[in-house]
């Protein structure tokens, strides 16, 4: 077997099978892809003819997963902050939306995500916004993996006059991506106080016929909660239930107010949970509980949720605020340890969104999706278990570089493929706008 590139790591952490931690191993990868994980040493013997590339600092993960974003929002950071849920949303950034969201938009804070991201090892991201073609036609063009979210509501944007209008753009949308090796697609129904019954159920038929996740914002708060319960005599999970939506391709983001009730049935129907916890501590939505999930049997992803409300795409961040923030709101310190809290930033948002036999862990045969991080700065030092270091110490500035079907998208902290200059540039250009109030 031909290898064009070998990756010799002082450590490798696969994340399948759990707990793994390999010393002084190499990744030998082919066209885009792992063939072989083998001690270095055997490596250097059986494939004489390539030269090792040496990250004898740094351990090699599989990239991170952002299970839940919405990166044209990175323009929006810190415009509206401190401010609960509703007045965010309603008082300032619908507003905002509805006066500047324009291909434009998404396709330049597209761009200041996707940057973002990649310099925080995020390999792939689960995104929800408007201008979904645009958002992906950027994020192909720089090299990154995601699933585009094909955003629905009740109400009209600038993006669509209202649901008909949204669905007939979800299915352009997937004939234009669906064959696409990075790109994949899902439906994003806003949540279910702003998307109809109606709406709600021919997503189901068409997320039947495709094969293709639903990506909702549910349970966020206790409000959205209690509204619902005395408003339809149901809690809103209750009825996506009754509307065929709660199955394995479920992607139910924040779900900070659950009964063991509902806890149960979301393990028996096979959905997935996107927790978000550094927005949902900004905003004051609630606590997610993640340990309950994990014991349940519930699949749980991470995501950053939009720069507007966290304030970074920072998943390493997120992992960290996780394992921590699980073990206090279940006043038990074993619960969600490290080796959890990376799985959950990995692997678990790979099979969150259906693409766990191609990347989520370093596995022979799984697409290349590489993230190296240097252990050897003083913040990390000593050094007892990389994988406690990895998520209880290390930051996403230690990140050097990035794979994605083995291109190189980072290198030694420079992005390979995005203008960091012009990117920043722009990021300004859109400050000035946003904050001129001319008609």
Request: charged share 20%; with cysteine.
């Amino acid at each position: 077997m031909t290898v064009d590139t070998l990756l010799a790591a002082r450590w490798v952490i696969p994340v399948e099978p759990e707990r793994v931690v390999l010393n002084d191993h190499t990744l030998a990868l082919s066209q885009g892809r792992i063939v072989a994980i083998l001690p270095t040493s055997v490596a250097q013997a059986r494939y004489p003819d390539v030269t090792p590339e040496p990250f004898y600092q740094h351990v090699l993960i599989p990239g991170f997963i952002n299970a839940h974003t919405h990166a044209a929002m990175s323009l929006l950071r810190g415009i509206a902050d401190d401010r609960p849920l509703m007045t965010w949303l309603t008082d300032h950034i619908w507003p905002l939306e509805q006066r500047m969201v324009s291909e434009e938009f998404v396709r330049d804070g597209t761009e200041l995500a996707v940057a973002e991201m990649l310099r925080g090892g995020i390999t792939c991201f689960n995104d929800m916004y408007f201008f979904p073609a645009t958002t992906a036609r950027t994020v192909a063009a720089a090299g990154l993996r995601a699933v585009i979210g094909m955003i629905v509501l009740d109400f009209p944007s600038n993006f669509a006059s209202g649901a008909t209008d949204y669905l007939d753009r979800a299915s352009a949308l997937q004939a234009e991506w669906q064959d696409h090796p990075l790109i994949r697609t899902a439906f994003a129904p806003h949540a279910p106080y702003t998307v109809s019954d109606e709406p709600l159920r021919a997503i189901r038929q068409q997320a039947d016929a495709w094969n293709i996740p639903v990506h909702i914002h549910l349970h966020e708060t206790r409000d959205e909660v209690e509204t619902a319960r005395r408003e339809q005599g149901l809690s809103p999970l209750q009825r996506l239930d009754g509307l065929g939506l709660l199955n394995r391709r479920l992607l139910a983001v924040h779900m900070t107010q659950l009964t063991a009730a509902e806890i149960d049935r979301l393990a028996a129907s096979g959905g997935s949970v996107v927790h978000c916890p550094e927005s949902n501590l900004k905003l004051a939505s609630g606590f997610c509980p993640v340990a309950r999930l994990v014991e349940a049997g519930v699949n749980v992803a991470l995501g950053t949720d939009g720069a507007a409300s966290n304030n970074d795409l920072d998943i390493m961040g997120e992992m960290r605020i996780a394992a921590l923030l699980a073990k206090a709101v279940a006043q038990d310190a074993s619960v969600i340890p490290a080796h959890t809290a990376l799985r959950m930033a990995t692997l678990n948002g790979a099979r969150a969104l259906g693409l766990d036999q191609e990347i989520g862990s370093l596995v022979v045969g799984k697409s290349a999706d590489i993230t190296a991080i240097r252990l050897d700065a003083l913040e990390t030092q000593p050094l007892f278990d990389p994988q406690s270091d990895l998520v209880y110490a290390a930051s996403r500035h230690q990140v050097s570089d990035v794979w994605v079907q083995g291109r190189r998208l980072l290198r030694n902290r420079h992005l390979t493929t995005l203008d960091s200059r012009i990117i920043i540039e722009k990021a300004a250009r859109w400050r000035d706008r946003l904050t001129d109030r001319t008609p």
